[in-house]
């Protein structure tokens, strides 16, 4: 008994270091599922636009249920660190702070009845005058305290170019278990007083908000210039290439498919067992570093036309005692919580997780956590090769002594494998 105690303590403080963040992407309601920000209907870009411009991007999302809702949403303005700024509306957005989520459709010939909803931002009706991030939030029109769906996006005035070096030659090895980056961030036409310490550089790997790390000061300034390189924050664990499984069809087996099975409501299908490759040799796949993409086989409309399934996942790992064993990818919004939390099953000696997920294509890995870790590790499970292919994204922020909140001046995204 005592045992178990101490493993069901250690496994709410591991849930607890990441989970416990109301401004994470995500679902807050069960039945709002498949959540997606797209910009020019492009998975892989990253969810900005640039201030001024008409770029916009799309939100998509399914309610489990057979009718629509009348759904609203509104804007929350953040800080570089994602808590609301203090700013009031007026200050950063023209025109109004809610409107309705008009675009709808129902799903069609799926087991699993959802109403499919987009929408659009910015808009005519929510236009934002300022740099910087946001939180869209979904709610329902009689109930505008309780958040249904969250997203990230950011607005972003370009007006600072970055340029990302990344090297498997680090400070801690060579061509062994990290990759380092090296930033350069030009601010002459971005209005910023003191680049030293006006700047906050904001670096993460693979879409992970837990391995987002923050650099508050240059190393050096080069004229308008500022540098960033040898510093500790810029050097990650190296990591593995993403798993993969397909569920596109219900009819024959996809990537990575063991078995499919219709228990009702439900086709069941079940992936093939995973196992560490901490020891193996790395071997290259193209993957798309942690997202997914909704694809049912036969049909041209999978928005509506991509059913629901189950999704047994399991995983040939001794158990670990005092540390916990999340799944991560955007199929959970990279979050550590209940939803994303491998469960070890004493009777098949595997860690073992079941999930309702959209048919389509996946990409997932494993990351382990103790408790008090603010983010997961891949070593255990995945290995760590200095040759994978990872995405890099840097995000610039500048704030003066007398500003009341962050502007963000530059996005860009990179990958090793260019």
């Known amino acids: 008994m005592k045992r178990a105690a101490i493993l069901l303590l250690a496994l709410a403080a591991a849930i607890g270091a990441a989970a416990i963040d109301d401004t994470m992407t995500g679902s807050m309601d069960e039945r709002f599922r498949t959540l997606q920000v797209t910009a020019r209907g492009d998975i892989f870009a990253v969810p900005y636009v640039t201030l001024g411009t008409p770029e916009q991007l799309t939100v998509a999302f399914d309610h489990l249920a057979d009718d629509r809702e009348y759904l609203r949403y509104r804007v929350v303005r953040c800080d570089a660190d994602w808590r609301p700024s203090v700013l009031a509306e007026s200050e950063y957005l023209d025109g109004f702070n809610e409107s309705a989520i008009e675009r709808y459709d129902y799903s069609r010939g799926t087991t699993t009845h959802y109403v499919h909803y987009e929408l659009d931002f910015p808009n005519d009706d929510i236009r934002p005058t300022l740099s910087g991030n946001y939180l869209i939030q979904v709610y329902r029109e009689d109930d505008p305290d309780t958040v249904l769906v969250q997203a990230r996006v950011m607005v972003s005035e370009q007006s600072a170019p970055i340029a990302i070096e990344a090297t498997t030659r680090t400070d801690v090895d060579y061509n062994a278990a990290h990759q380092q980056l ?114 049912e086989y036969n049909s041209d409309r999978s928005d509506t036309e991509a059913d629901y399934a189950v999704v047994h996942f ?105």
Do not use: C, W
């Open 182 to 295: 090296a930033v350069k961030v030009d601010t002459e036409r971005a209005s910023v007083a003191d680049p030293f310490n006006d700047l906050t550089v904001m670096v993460s790997q693979n879409g992970r908000a837990d391995s987002e790390r923050a650099l508050r000061h240059p190393l050096r300034m080069s004229g308008p210039v500022a540098v960033y390189e040898h510093q500790a924050p810029l050097i990650f664990d190296a990591g593995n290439e993403y798993r993969r499984f397909e569920i596109s069809s219900i009819h024959y087996p996809g990537l990575g498919v063991e078995d499919i099975e219709y228990r009702a409501p439900y086709y069941h299908f079940t992936l093939a067992t995973d196992g560490s490759r901490a020891g193996e040799s790395y071997l290259y796949d193209q993957t798309q570093h942690g997202r997914f993409k909704v694809r």
């Open 314 to 418: 399991s995983l040939d790992y001794p158990e670990l005692i005092g540390t916990s064993i999340f799944i991560d990818g955007d199929l959970v919004s990279r979050r550590f919580s209940p939803e994303s939390l491998m469960t070890f099953n004493r009777a098949t000696g595997r860690y073992e997780k079941v999930m309702l997920l959209k048919q389509g294509a996946y990409n997932y890995q494993y990351l382990t956590a103790r408790p008090g870790q603010s983010s997961g590790s891949t070593a255990i499970i995945e290995g760590d090769k200095y040759q994978t292919a990872n995405e890099y994204l840097v995000k610039v922020y500048t704030r003066g002594p007398l500003d009341r909140t962050d502007r963000l001046i530059g996005v860009r995204l990179i990958s090793t494998q260019q």
